[in-house]
Nanobody, 122 residues
């Protein structure tokens, strides 16, 4: 399985960005997630979505501002980020959930994209 993340960039506070994550290869994972890692900090959960049914899950810090969605036909997951803040600055990663355990733990994910940098200026 290979994941290709894209869409990062530099944006002013209050602005928006849309990240994409295209998955190639076969995966039977029920769920895809987005994580982020800021310099000097641990990788943290952002959002996740189930391929079947589309149930979504969000970190409290992004609820109401970020929206995760998917296109099953394209094997692609998106992260729409609105009302961005300087504290959202990080490298954003998409990942394939192993299928058991807690969806908000990085250790429960098998495959990771290369990451895309999001920088929010104040």
């Amino acid at each position: 399985v290979q994941l290709q993340a894209s869409g990062g960039g530099l944006v002013q506070a209050g602005g928006s960005l849309r990240l994409s994550c295209a998955a190639s290869g076969r995966t039977f994972s029920p769920l895809m997630g987005w994580f982020r890692q800021a310099p000097g900090k641990e990788r943290e959960f952002v959002a996740a979505i189930r391929w079947i049914g589309g149930s979504t899950y969000y970190a409290d810090s992004v609820k109401g501002r970020f929206t995760i969605s998917r296109n099953n036909a394209k094997n692609t997951v998106y992260l729409q980020m609105n009302s961005l803040r300087p504290e959202d600055t990080a490298v954003y990663y998409c990942a394939v959930f192993r299928g058991s355990g807690d969806y908000d733990r990085p250790s429960e994910y098998d495959y990771w994209g290369q990451g895309t940098l999001v920088t929010v200026s104040s």
